[in-house]
């Protein structure tokens, strides 16, 4: 079975610019979930989705950031404009249903010089 | 506001013997618990969980206990093997009730495993 699928792998870039995170989650898996992990603030979710639909975007940390989530194999994480401080790597997660456990993808590190 | 502690950042065993990582929480509505284990460069894996009801869960080497009164959750894998050198990360569910479906992590605790 293939997990959860992240591109970019890395991606360094210029503050001000706008930066594009996908995700393709486990086909099957209903619950989408986007989190940031910090030295400082460790692991942390931004925003969940339900059958595509944002449930909770309480941890989006402003207004420039955006998730999407089209369909049901494919979301994004926008940031717009892009600041060093938003450097850190983003994991996407999904999950079968809410008593199943989350699956990770392998993260995207992100650098904003 | 730190909702779940894992207030050891880092932890040395030697290989063979217990390893044992401790996690502390705030809320006693929690009511579903996870370790995660974390290799350089790789997402979270799910290691482990328990939920409120119970108090011992085991697969293999690996054992979590919960302990509700105390709000402690505790993972202890033996023996212990190279391979378990990683971070893990303690993550909870709060309950329905409180219309979370959603983890919070812990900070985390480096094992390392010596020869």
Not at chain 1, 32 to 59: A, C, H, K
Request: contains cysteine.
């Amino acid at each position: 079975d293939a997990g959860v699928i992240q591109s970019p792998r890395h991606e360094v870039t210029e503050m001000g610019q706008e930066v594009t995170l996908r995700c393709k989650p486990i086909s099957g898996h209903n619950s989408l979930f986007w989190y940031r992990q910090t030295m400082m603030r460790g692991l942390e979710l931004l925003i969940y989705f339900n059958n595509n639909v944002p449930i909770d975007d309480s941890g989006m940390p402003e207004d420039r950031f955006s998730a999407k989530m089209p369909n049901a194999s494919f979301s994004t994480l926008k940031i717009q404009p892009s600041e060093p401080r938003d450097s850190a790597v983003y994991f996407c997660a999904s999950r079968r249903s809410p008593n199943q456990p989350q699956h990770f993808g392998d993260g995207t590190r992100l650098s904003i010089l | 506001d730190q909702q779940v502690k894992q207030n050891s950042p880092s932890l040395s065993v030697q290989e063979g013997r217990i390893s044992i990582l401790n996690c502390d929480y705030t809320n006693s509505m929690f009511d579903y618990f996870l370790w995660y284990k974390k290799y350089p460069a790789e997402g979270p894996t799910f290691l482990i969980s328990i939920s409120s009801i119970k108090d011992k869960n085991e697969d293999g080497r690996f054992t979590v206990f919960l302990n509700k009164s105390a709000k402690h959750l505790s993972l202890h894998i033996v023996p212990s093997q190279p391979g378990d050198s990683a971070v893990y990360f303690c993550a909870v569910k709060p309950g329905v009730i409180q219309g979370a479906q959603k983890l919070v992590f812990g900070q985390g605790t480096r094992l390392t495993i010596n020869p």
